[in-house]
């Protein structure tokens, strides 16, 4: 069996700006880059090591990943994959987050539901993908679209461990993707979303995942790093 510690980045510069990132890039903030290297002193306190290293090929993802195991001590090279990327939001990408909501809220007007706010990430990412289909280029994901490449990418990390008799595995992705893919693994509709810089371990064996836990800042406290931030909400992906 394989433990796979599944994290979200650090906190970006979007992030505090308000502006839909999804598969473009934006760079670590000071407190991201503190809070990753937080996180690796953090699994270097508890003695946590690993023995292979992903990210998604976004810039985020993978300085993340970096920053943590270098502050753990561990000399691992962080291999990156399309696959882990950030939910495909199309037309929103690179925009403000006042565009996706309002765009979203007329949309849900016409249609008779008054709340925008009460959407959890699933039904937000396949309104996103109506929308993008109509106004914009049709290159934003439905959840389904976006659960199986990145369940594919998993599935291979998990394989791959499973043929190298690697026990850990550290992979740094995205909260709007983490938070679908969790979802399906048997995480509620009500959870938060995933905070910056939190784990959550999932077991991979026998071609099956098993969810053991979710969205925990424990390390990064632990290390150091920020304490008690509220969960970002999916405007901030």
Known sequence: MVELWLTRHGETEYNVSGVVQGVVNSNLTERGVADAQALGHGFATDGVTFDAAYSSDLQRAADTAQLALSAAGMNLNVQQMAGLREQNFGLFDGQPESQRQGA??????????????????KQLVDLVRILDVHRGGGDAENSQMSLKRFNQAMTTIGEHAVANQQDNVFIVAHGAIIWLWLNSLGMPDTADFIKNVAVSKIVYGKGRFTLLGYNDRRYVEEGGGTRDVPAQEFKLD
């Open 104 to 121: 979203l809220a007329d949309m849900l007007r016409e249609a008779g539901v008054p709340n925008v706010d009460r959407l959890n990430m």
